[in-house]
């Protein structure tokens, strides 16, 4: 079954009159369980399909079926729902809120959640102990480094336990050491089951997953599958 | 509840961006301080002047008539010669009138050896007292033969006989009125001082004649107290008086009274007046300042939501709908606009109890700033945070992640 489901998505955006298409026809079907990355140069549409695909942005035309529900024309509130329950975004710049312990930005999404679990505090811990930060509940982010300030994003993506993470450039603002880490933690996730979705221009990066998708102004210009020789070469 | 969720997050916006906070609640601050004030001040004139009221001796059945034209305390003219003993002689004769006092008064030293002080003497009859209804603690009040025979004797007030005497009695002493020595017969009791602090026992009193004859040099009247048989008959009797008086002084028709009523509803009316303008002049600057402290807070929020687009492109992707932003930031402003409302009538009542302490003006302090600045606070808070709130929510998350 396919978990996004995108048919013939073009977006373009208004401005001062003139009308830039960034996306042109694009479809794209993902499955649950993929592993999937999306390259492509900067100005591709990359930025724009993830803001599309994370419920950020709505299509100019065409449909996106997310999980099985149309999602391409909801209304804010129910829109906001999808991206509460159903994805975890992680960024390059990190994105936590400053000045706010790492607990209680892991916590953030079930602020906004509609059925919040009762033992929030103790889910969040799980999750930072899970990517190796149980001793850093209660710093903010400016006390911590780059590669635990990611990990912290990767345990707040976590929290509603959705479908799908959409890691835009996840290791961007890393050293490769740590982005080695981030990665890793990524492949552990897949395998416990998550759709992944990586966007990036690193293409070693991109080897991680099963699935690389290049997109080129705006179009899919290759979607090709990855051999497991290749991903488990050494970087 | 998910709007609670948004108090709390609201809360912590505002502990985490301190600075802004403090700015916005100074606007508020500054406007509630004010009002606080404002109503204290009027409270305390009100208080003030009713306590000044109920010294002057008013009961409900009684009035004064004060020669020379003008309104209440304040003469047009000085020097209304008018004002004759026949005068009081006819008002006394009037079927509702029980009591008439005709006056005399000036302000001068009195004199014991080398004691003195300044007071306030009256020329009076001896119906004074039961117009005052004043106990004596010593000797006898101002008898008719005392006035007949224009005898040299004087009733002191507490104030002056504790000032000329010390812990002496002056009872049967001699006291010294310009060139005239004047025997003390008797003592007022001590009333105390009113919580304005005007001292009804700073007066000395002494018989009309002699006042008019040794003192005052003067045959007319500085004033006239009415007390009706009873409180109802109060406004047809001053219609009487006026009548009588227009009458003696030969006034035509057209010309203006050449003497005034004060009556206690008279005073109240007049306080009440005087205490509307100055209000509604007070309230006019406090909602001014109320109201750009409202601005100070919008510009500011608007400031603080363009530093904070990440923060709300973070919440819009992980599920914070638009109602959630716009709540988030509207507790904000009015969270701010009450923390500047605590803080302005806690200024405000600072400044009311130093005004207070210092003799500067009388204020009151009651439960109503608390209750007015709470209400403009919330309206405050809500009307000039709705239009931040709202821009805050209709950012674009794709774009306010971006940035």
Redesign the interface.
Known sequence: MNLIEMNSICKSYRNIGFETKVLKDVTLHIKEGDYVSIVGPSGAGK??LM?IM?C??QPTSGDYILDGEEVGQLN??KL??V???KIG?V?QAF??????TALENVT??L???KNPPANVKDRARELLAKVGLEHRLHHTPGQLSGGEQQRVTIA?SLI?DPRIILADEPTGNLDSKNGIETMKTFDNLVKEGKTIILITHDSEVAQHAGRIISILDGQIASDSQVSHEEQTRPH | M?IF?NL??AL?GLR?NRGNTILMTLGVMIGIASLTVIVAIGDGIKIKVLSRIANMGFGPESFSVIAGAGRMFFARSKNTTSMSLEDAEDLLALPTVRLVVPRQRKSMQIINKKEFTNTRVYGVTPDWQLARGWKMIDGDFLSDSDLDRRKRVVVLGATPARKLFKNNDPMGKMVRLQNNYYQVIGLLEEKGLTESGYDPDDRALIPLTTSMSRLTHQTYLHSIKVVALDSSQVPETMEAVRQILRRNHNLSAFADDDFRFITPEGIMQWVTESEQALNRMLILISTVSLLVGGIVIMNILLVSIRERV??I????????????ITFQFLFESVLVSLLGGVMGVGLGLAISFGLKRFDVLPTHVTVEPFILSFVFCTLIGLIFGIHPARKAAFL???ES??S
């Open positions: 930025s724009t803001a994370g950020l942005a804010d509130r906001s729902r991206r509460n329950e975004f960024f994105h936590l809120l400053p000045g706010v953030l999404p602020v906004y959640a707040r509603n | 998910r969720k709390g997050q912590r985490l990440r923060e492109g973070i919440r819009r992707c992980f599920g914070a709908r638009r109602s959630d674009s998350p794709e992640i971006r």
